[in-house]
T-cell receptor, first 114, second 115 residues
């Protein structure tokens, strides 16, 4: 079974600064996808970015980018130019190709301060 | 942008009662899921549903849970006899296709409170 680890304590980041959220995972499978979701205080889960295990390029989506290091089994999310609306819980998740379920980490809390 | 719609947003129920949580998937999505998130904890997979049948379920999804898509649009999660520990946020998610890069899109959740 896959395991996702997000161990950073809550983070405060200055508006307009970049922030990196750590995610490591453990799986014996070679084919998988990694996803990041944002959960604001209102509770909804918003998909941010996807990285496939065979993708050679790091994924980018607007202000979000993924620092994917397959050998280290890490998929850190970088949020550039933080905005107040980025304050939320961020979840890293993995799906083994061919399976259905997403396995989530415990999340990283980010608070953006003006 | 199309979205997954869940109703109700909040449900308060007495222990032992049955509850039905409803989800309207994004049109033309084929894969449907239920997850739950106990307060302050991580999101946990319950069940996936494709082609009108369960394709995968977790150990949490025991006999008190069931899912169906009764009218081809709504996707429901039924909890037959609720327990205090069923109190959680329940998320419906849908996915367009089986493509590996297709994300699961989540609804806003139903907060279930068991008294």
């Amino acid at each position: 079974a896959q395991k996702i680890t997000q161990t950073q304590p809550g983070m405060f980041v200055q508006e307009k600064e970049a922030v990196t959220l750590d995610c490591t995972y453990d799986t014996s499978d070679q084919s998988y996808g990694l996803f990041w979701y944002k959960q604001p205080s209102s509770g909804e889960m918003i998909f941010l970015i996807y990285q496939g295990s065979y993708d050679e390029q790091n994924a980018t989506e607007g202000r979000y980018s993924l620092n994917f290091q397959k050998a280290r089994k890490s998929a850190n999310l970088v949020i550039s130019a933080s905005q107040l609306g980025d304050s939320a819980m961020y979840f890293c998740a993995m799906r083994i190709y061919g399976n259905n379920r997403l396995a989530f980490g415990k999340g990283n809390q980010v608070v953006v301060i003006p | 942008e199309p979205e997954v719609t869940q109703t109700p947003s909040h449900q308060v129920t007495q222990m032992g009662q049955e509850v039905i949580l409803r989800c309207v998937p994004i049109s033309n999505h084929l894969y449907f899921y239920w997850y739950r998130q106990i307060l302050g904890q991580k999101v946990e997979f319950l069940v996936s549903f494709y082609n009108n049948e369960i394709s995968e379920k977790s150990e949490i999804f025991d006999d008190q849970f069931s899912v169906e898509r009764p009218d081809g649009s709504n996707f429901t999660l039924k909890i037959r006899s609720t327990k205090l520990e069923d109190s959680a946020m329940y998320f419906c998610a849908t996915r367009l296709s089986g493509g590996n890069n297709q994300p699961q899109h989540f609804g806003d959740g139903t907060r279930l409170s068991i008294l």
